[in-house]
């Protein structure tokens, strides 16, 4: 893993959170992107070198709309940077990390992802993730 790419955080109301962290980090938020296959809308911030991406859900069941309805609004993963996500995963997977998925799927801001179940990881939800070049 190279450095903590972004760090997500679940929110009701992604117009709302905007203008919150808007005026935490002085900057607005430059880019505005929908996952379908997730079922969220997330827009991203930056804080110098750090990037914070807010996920509002697009659906009543989705990920991030269960996730609300347990435990609230707030930091719902933390991402890793990679070079190589499938031997990443394959070697977490052989490290016995229960990983959410088989194969890298298509995330937000030209990335491929994969989540690491927090069951493995102390409580919190891992996304790899790894630069989309085509
Ligand atoms: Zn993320």
């Not at 450095?3 to 009701?12: D, L, N, Q, S």
């Not at 509002?56 to 347990?70: V, Y």
């Not at 719902?76 to 190589?84: L, Q, R």
Request: glycine share 8%; hydrophobic share 35%; aromatic share 6%.
């Amino acid at each position: 893993m190279q450095k903590i790419e972004h760090i997500g955080i679940a929110v009701k109301d992604l117009e709302a959170a905007e203008q919150t962290y808007s005026l935490i980090f002085g900057a607005q938020p430059y880019k505005r992107e929908a996952v379908e296959s997730e079922g969220v809308i997330t827009s991203f911030l930056r804080c110098g070198p750090n990037k914070i991406e807010l996920l509002q859900s697009t659906k009543d069941d989705g990920p991030i709309a269960k996730f609300i309805e347990k435990r609230g609004e707030g930091i719902h993963h933390i991402a890793f940077a990679v070079t190589d996500i499938k031997s990443e995963m394959s070697r977490m997977k052989s490290d016995g990390f229960r990983l959410l998925h088989e194969e890298p799927k298509k995330g937000a801001d030209n990335k491929w992802i994969c989540f690491v179940h927090p069951k493995s990881a102390n409580g919190v939800l891992i996304e790899l993730c790894q630069e989309r070049t085509e």
